[in-house]
């Protein structure tokens, strides 16, 4: 039985794991932490439950597929259900939007609210399955491998199509062809922020995340996101795959070219496979220091990071939905100041708040607060100055917007920054998902999933191909497996 070692636990390294030893692999999976999940972990303190990063779960059959090719039923090992309403807005001129599952609620909704024509909403989700249905199969299902040789044969053509569906103009400019009203224009410009790029710069092809969104549905897990990361353990442990935790790797072993086994500490493991699930710049970095890293992909912008407030928070709020969003005033000076390594004093906010699904998430008469705002990735600032002043910021704006005087109902906090994400998850300067994708050739520029010069070794994860998210990093390793 050949062996194979998965270096980190995140969502991808877990899956890629389930996939291995599906095909008979002897799997052993060494995490860093002593908590499997990586970004995906969960927080349970003073009776409050977090997830700690994702909240928002999309493509939910990539998920399905993974345990029915495993021969397993999903639902044995969790459930998820479509959430009606996908997520409350809040407008600083007081406009309240829902954002209702089915599309024809959800666009007449634009007009009671907005007084944006609905028959513009619903063209523009059918530009935007359009433009996923010309990517789908090209960006997310395949690898990158030998991206050069393959781009002619599959992909000039899509590309072609692509331009006809202006999806090489930034999606700013595309949705102000589609709208006329700045409330819909920055409400479909948040998109740009699912994989932590700039919607003023991002090409138009992130209309597929809005296609995902509305067109695919969004759904929460019954157990939160966590879950995901709970099934595919326990289906690992099914199939016989070691976890080790507290078990940082060092190295990754070489022999010649081929990968043959890990260090940890003074310690080496031989394997004849190694999947590595490090974020892509650490991995050269530091566990290949003698491999000549690709440096036109990891010389790449990086994506932005986040700014989380875990927040158990007395009284519950009946106005609030499990996720919402309170938008700032200016979007594209909160982006501008991104651009620029700061953060705007006016920033949206976005609060999830499992407990309106999942009630043992907080005790009674209390809820979680999941606080997020987008921060860029790490690059020398003072995070404690941020955090300070980002405190002070969001509080002033839910009171003002929301009516609820917070400081001093909040039971519970924590506090998660760039720092704090790189150094617990190895994700370089904390950026959340590897590059950013404010290019039309950003999706060329991630690391596939192996370094053809380097042989048995695999690379899976949200730094990488096709992208970050928990469906994308599910791919990844469906397609590292694929390449074994
Ligand atoms: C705040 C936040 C909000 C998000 N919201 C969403 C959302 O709503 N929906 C969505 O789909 N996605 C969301 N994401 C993105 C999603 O969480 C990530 O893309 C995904 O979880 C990343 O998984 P990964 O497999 O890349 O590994 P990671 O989660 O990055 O984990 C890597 C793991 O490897 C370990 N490791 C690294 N190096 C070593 C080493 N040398 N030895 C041993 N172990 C090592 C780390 O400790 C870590 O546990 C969010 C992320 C964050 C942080």
Not at 6 to 15: E, H, Q, T, W
Not at 301 to 323: C, M, N, P, Q, R
Request: glycine share 8%.
């Amino acid at each position: 039985m050949s062996t194979l070692a998965v270096i980190g636990s995140g969502v991808a390294g877990l899956a890629s794991a389930v996939l291995a030893a599906n095909r008979g692999y002897d799997v052993s999976v060494f995490e860093a932490n002593s908590m499997l999940g990586g970004k995906a972990g969960e927080i349970r303190e003073a009776g409050f439950r977090f997830d700690r990063g994702p909240s928002l779960f999309t493509m939910p059959e990539v998920l399905d597929e993974l345990f029915t090719t495993c021969g397993k039923n999903p639902s044995d090992y969790y459930s998820y259900s479509r959430l009606p309403v996908i997520t409350k807005y809040f407008y600083p001129d007081g406009k309240v939007f829902h954002a209702y599952a089915k599309a024809e609620d959800f666009a007449q909704e634009f007009e009671r609210v907005f007084g944006e024509r609905s028959d513009h909403v619903l063209e523009y989700l059918y530009h935007a399955q359009k433009v996923f249905e010309l990517t789908d199969e090209v960006f997310l299902r395949h690898p990158l491998r030998k991206a050069w040789r393959y781009i002619p044969k599959h992909v000039l053509p899509k590309a072609a199509s692509l331009r006809r569906l202006k999806a090489f103009t930034t999606l700013n400019a595309l949705h102000k062809k589609f709208f006329t009203t700045p409330e819909a224009i920055q409400l479909f410009n948040r998109y740009a922020t699912y994989n932590g790029s700039d919607p003023y710069r991002a090409p138009g092809t992130m209309a597929v995340i809005s296609h995902l969104e509305h067109n695919h549905g969004a759904f929460i897990m019954d157990g939160g996101m966590h879950q995901v990361v709970q099934s595919l353990i326990q289906l690992g442990k099914e199939l016989g795959v070691d976890y080790h935790t507290n078990s940082p790797v060092e190295e990754i072993l070489l022999e010649g070219r081929r990968a043959c086994g890990i260090r940890l500490g003074d310690k080496k493991h031989l394997f004849d496979w190694v999947i590595t699930n490090m974020d892509v710049q650490p991995t050269y970095n530091k566990l290949l220091p003698s491999v000549k890293p690709p440096q036109k992909v990891l010389s790449q912008e990086k994506s932005t990071s986040a700014l989380i407030f875990y927040w158990g928070v007395h009284g519950e709020h009946s106005d609030l939905d499990v996720h919402n969003i309170l938008f700032s005033a200016d979007y594209q000076h909160e982006f501008d100041a991104l651009r620029n390594g700061k953060v705007s004093d006016d920033p949206t906010v976005y609060l999830y708040i499992s407990k309106k699904h999942i009630p043992n998430d907080a005790p009674d008469e209390a809820e979680n607060w999941f606080v997020m705002i987008n921060v860029p990735h790490d690059s020398g600032q003072d995070w404690d100055e941020i955090v300070a002043r980002a405190k002070d910021n969001v509080l002033t704006k839910i009171e003002s917007m929301l009516g609820i005087t917070l400081s001093s109902s909040i039971q519970y906090e924590r506090v998660w920054t760039p720092k704090g994400i790189e150094s617990d998850t190895s994700s370089y300067a904390g950026a959340l998902y590897g590059n950013a994708s404010n290019s039309p050739f950003s999706a060329f520029f991630r690391h596939s999933e192996r370094n053809p010069s380097l042989k048995n070794l695999r690379f899976v994860g949200g730094g990488g191909h096709p992208g970050g998210g928990v469906p994308l990093c599910l791919l990844s390793a469906k397609i590292a497996l694929d390449s074994l």
